[in-house]
């Protein structure tokens, strides 16, 4: 862990707790700055890392010095430029998405280089909208988060970009946030009985995570998809259904999957032999594609257009589709329950979020799988299940509260900086019973995980 440590060029922020003799000189100065109350703040009293662990297991809204940080988030980490301000105790101040539909619906997917432009247009825009609409300036913010990874680094970068240079010139600190981590806390600005160790289910476009949630920054990994997520299983089902992208696939699949039948295509249940909580949806893909082609469906003849016949038989394989997807979701679901409780016996919630979380089907089967373990199912509302500002500003808190934050950059960096972009970066260690003998997956693990990084900060401490 401390070899690969090293490896990370010398300019890259690692989740540091916060230096000392920073913390030390600065932050009485951003008490004062941002009328934070110093007496209160547990910050200021330096505690152990043992003693911050338990900090975060607290309840989160019984503070009252956390009305006073207020934290603007930004998130471009695919195709969603997105921020929102967040206030210590979860209030939503402002929060704005704008989002590349017609981009995704003309190229069927995320094209990188469209996509960083598409960001670069409009975050500053973005960004001002989201401070006039919570009545804001940047002086009033107390921090400022930034999704760093993982995600495409060109799109990464306009964000962190942006983020550098609101935090340089009003010499604010800087958080830089997991997109993964971050899908998982939003349930507990939403959730406030919710607290560690819980399980999440994180199911996205480009991410299918089964994760324990131990601590804040400290995850094991139960399983991940070993080819293609859910997500990307929706909009290519979407796409070649020939289905209105604007919103995305998977609304327009689980829309039209109403009309259909669902046990009318006899699609096969995913990785059935393998006994552990990993994924595949590349298999389903093909039997999808399959299945439409020989039913010689025409995704250039829009769905409106489509005689009575072609829709319903469009419908069919959408329903089919999606029993089945969920069905792996739920077989992994159980397993990953039982070995979450063996490893923490106290766990008591499932959290899905992540923008396939906010399907309603999805919804109702997996909180059928966690009643019969007498948990409880948290998913957040489907407009912070989807990217979001909201969700980075409030793992920005939750980060900043402990100490994990990094000091104002400089007003402008230079030409050359090297920005701290973790496009493939792994939310925890793998648990041993789940490792998957796919190569792709050790492949796929080129930044140390957040879970590594944070414990050998709380090492060094
Ligand atoms: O989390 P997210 O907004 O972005 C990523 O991090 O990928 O997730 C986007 C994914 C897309 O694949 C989209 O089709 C899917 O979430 N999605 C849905 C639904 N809403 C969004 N999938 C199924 N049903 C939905 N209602
Ligand atoms: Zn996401």
Redesign the pocket.
């Known amino acids: 862990m401390a070899s690969s440590l090293l490896t990370l060029p010398s300019t890259f922020s690692r989740l540091n707790l916060f230096p000392k003799t920073f913390k030390a000189l600065n932050l009485l100065k951003f008490h004062k700055q941002h009328r934070l109350r110093p007496l209160n703040y547990p910050l200021l009293h330096f505690p152990s890392a043992a003693t911050r662990f338990s900090t975060s297991r607290s309840p989160l809204s019984s503070k009252p010095f956390d009305d006073d940080l207020v934290v603007l988030g930004i998130e471009t980490?695919?195709?969603?430029t997105a921020a929102a301000i967040v206030r210590g105790n979860g209030e939503i101040l402002s929060q704005v998405v704008s989002s590349q539909a017609d981009l995704l619906a003309r190229y069927g997917g995320v094209a990188p280089k469209m996509a960083e432009e598409a960001h670069s247009q409009v975050i500053d825009q973005v960004v001002q909208d989201t401070l006039d609409k919570a009545g804001l300036t940047e002086k009033e913010l107390s921090a400022v988060a930034v999704t760093i990874g993982p995600?495409l680094s060109l799109c990464l970068r306009v964000g962190v970009q942006k983020a550098r240079r609101v935090a340089g010139n009003f010499n604010l600190p800087i958080i830089g946030v997991h997109?993964m981590e971050a899908?998982a806390l939003v349930a507990r600005l939403i959730e406030k009985e919710l607290q560690f160790p819980f399980l999440a289910l994180l199911?996205?476009?480009?991410?299918n995570l089964l994760v324990l949630a131990h601590d804040l920054g400290h995850y094991t990994q139960l399983g991940t998809t070993i080819d293609d997520?859910?997500?990307?299983a929706?909009?290519k089902t979407?796409k070649w259904l020939g289905l209105d992208m604007r919103?995305?696939?998977?609304?327009a699949?689980?829309q039209l999957a109403q009309e259909g039948d669902a046990e009318s295509v006899r699609f096969s249940i995913p990785m059935k032999q393998h006994k552990d909580c990993n994924f595949s949806y590349a298999g389903l893909k093909t039997q999808v594609k399959l299945a439409i082609a020989s039913r010689n469906i025409d995704a250039k003849v829009p769905l409106l257009c489509a005689s009575s016949q072609d829709r319903s038989s469009r419908a069919d394989i959408a329903a089919s589709f999606q029993r089945v997807a969920v069905l792996h979701l739920e077989e992994r679901c159980e397993r990953a329950v039982e070995w979450a409780l063996k490893i923490e016996p106290s766990i008591k919630q499932l959290v899905v979020s992540?923008?396939?979380a906010?399907?309603?089907y999805?919804r109702a089967r997996l909180d059928q799988v966690v009643k019969k373990y007498s948990l409880q199912l948290v998913c957040p509302p489907?407009n912070l299940?989807?990217?979001n500002g909201v969700m980075v500003a409030w793992t920005g808190i939750e980060n900043f509260r402990v100490g994990r934050y990094d000091p104002p950059p400089p007003a402008n960096d230079p030409e050359d900086f090297m920005y701290d972009l973790r496009p493939r970066w792994p939310l925890g260690e793998e648990y041993a019973e789940g490792r998957s003998e796919a190569r792709s997956l050790r492949r796929a693990r080129v930044h140390p995980s957040l879970t590594s990084l944070v414990q050998a900060s709380l090492q060094q401490q």
């Open positions: 980490s695919c195709d969603d995600g997109h899908h199911i996205s476009g480009g991410h997520a859910i997500g990307e929706f909009d979407a919103k995305s696939g998977g609304p699949v689980e992540g923008g396939v906010s399907n309603q999805v489907p299940c989807t990217d």
